[in-house]
């Protein structure tokens, strides 16, 4: 039974998505490439690792065994990668980070500047994923650390404090909805939206909505939240954004700001990691980094 390590990131990629294409394009392989690696590790160890679905790919009793195994062995290289790094040149390590919408998009990039800049041989690998998810992925071992909504924290997580983030809703100048000083998502019902692609922010929004019996109408969705202010501040419909990005392109967008009331709109943001687990150099000094002097939105 031969795996090398480009065979166990790959599981392991596949173990967190849940999907063979998905793993694969996290992993940097093409899908045929990363199938012949999944066979043969299945066929070198003579047993079946992944049960294959319609609905993607769960890991059998061994493929558990095996990603176990691999988490430890990943935690290892990126220590051992940590603490050479701080006596060779040019060896580089890479942590793995998960992040909610919004601290992806708003509040991680300024708190990651001045820190990458003084770790140049620490690479992040740093994904999008809805809250949920983070934590799942952290406590079982899939990210260094994850960013995500407190209200989503699972056993096997410690927490630390990163930032308050609050949902608003953002409409032009012009519109009824300005006699309001905040709303609530069910005073919305039969408005159109201008939502944002590919966003767990969106995911968690449509699930709030389906919650309360309601199904959002999307004019379009947009890769961003300034091109949503953009379209909201010209009447084009109302989007839903947190608050930092709101204030930041209210002057240039034309748009009137309304605070969301429901409950799920503040959200109180953590750094998370797993339990009981020992942090290599560099994520340990991420932590520490991101956990100090926690802004509010």
Known sequence: MRFDLTDLRLF?????????????????LSLPAASERLRDMELSGGVRLLERGRRGVTLTEAG????????????QMAMMRGELGEYATGLRSTLRVLANTA?????????LADWMAANPRIDLDLKERQSIEIARSV????????????????????????AEDRLVVVVARQDDLTRMRQ??????AGRY????????????????????GMALRYRVRLRSFEAICH???AGAGIGIVPETAARRMKRLSGIAIIRLADGWALRRLSVCIRAGTELSAPAQSLLRHLAQDPPAA
Not at 103 to 111: G, K, N, S, V, Y
């Open 12 to 28: 392991l990629a596949v173990a967190e998505a849940g999907s063979i294409t998905h793993g694969a394009a996290d992993a940097g």
């Open 64 to 75: 558990e065994a095996l990603a176990h195994h691999a988490r430890l062995i990943s935690r």
């Open 103 to 111: 601290a992806m998009a708003e509040l991680l990039p300024p708190r």
């Open 139 to 162: 406590a079982a071992g899939f990210a260094d650390l994850g960013i995500l909504s407190a209200a989503a924290a699972q056993d096997g997580l410690v927490l630390r404090p990163f």
């Open 183 to 188: 709303v609530r998502l069910a005073d919305l």
């Open 193 to 212: 939206f201008i939502g944002l692609s590919g966003s767990a922010l969106q995911d968690h929004i449509a699930a709030q909505a389906a919650a309360m």
């Open 231 to 233: 379209m909201a501040g």
